[in-house]
């Protein structure tokens, strides 16, 4: 993914005119909603199947989530790629597909234990949450037109960390808590704040798929650690 510290050799959206830049906004929310409802599409399908099921939550026991983790980084990964270094749209969206499938299914063992838990009351509770953070820190950019690539080391460097607590936590058994998780939710906001604001200091007006699975994948991160507060609290 492009820095907006460097120099593009092509126009970004906040040099466009101003129908060009509504159009490319616009595709550009139509595809995170899109994408969201193929993920719960995928999801009820997964949730409705009892192989898959019991497929997700044996992926939670001892070091075979440590395994799971890292292929899901390896297939996120590999779509993101394909969706930033190609022109070619069918193949942008099959690598977005292919990034929303691997969402639906790491979710799995999640979802099941929020509407064990929780039930979908209150499951849908934290959805909403999430939707109207994502919203908010949305129109923080929107508004202020700042530009946040200056968070691109912070959130790095916040994922590294994230990502070392979490591999010490299954080595040695130990559970993160409630604190990381609300750390978790501020890393996710500040990706959300970094992401928009590539949409105008960064993509060019083509490149709607790329910026929307940037902007999902952070709202993704953001559901995934507000539904483990709603669970640390029950």
């Known amino acids: 993914m492009n820095d907006s510290n460097e120099i593009l050799d092509y126009p970004v959206v906040a040099g466009e005119e101003l129908h060009e830049r509504t159009d490319f906004f616009r595709r550009t ?114 508004i202020t037109k700042k530009d946040f690539s200056f968070m691109r080391s912070i959130i790095v460097i916040g994922g590294i960390i994230a990502m070392c607590l979490i591999v010490a936590g299954i080595i040695f058994g130990f559970d993160l808590g409630l604190w990381f998780s609300g750390a978790m939710v501020l890393l996710a906001g500040g990706s959300i704040l970094y992401q928009t604001s590539n949409m105008f200091h960064v993509y060019s007006k083509d490149q709607y798929i790329l910026a929307s699975l940037g902007l999902f994948a952070s709202f993704m991160l953001l559901l995934w650690y507000i539904i483990r507060i709603f669970l640390s609290r029950d």
């Open 29 to 142: 929310y139509g595809h995170v909603a899109g994408a969201f409802l193929v993920f719960l599409v995928l999801e009820y399908i997964f949730l409705s199947t009892p192989a898959i099921i019991k497929l997700g939550l044996s992926m939670l026991s001892g070091y075979t989530w440590l395994i799971v983790l890292g292929l899901f980084m390896l297939v996120t990964t590999q779509a993101e790629k394909i969706v930033a270094r190609t022109q070619n749209k069918m193949k942008q969206y099959t690598g977005f597909l292919i990034y929303i499938a691997a969402q639906a299914f790491i979710f799995v063992p999640l979802m099941y234990v929020a509407l064990t838990q929780l039930g979908p009351n209150v499951l849908g509770q934290a959805l909403l949450i999430t939707i109207g953070l994502f919203i908010g820190l949305t129109a923080v950019v929107f």
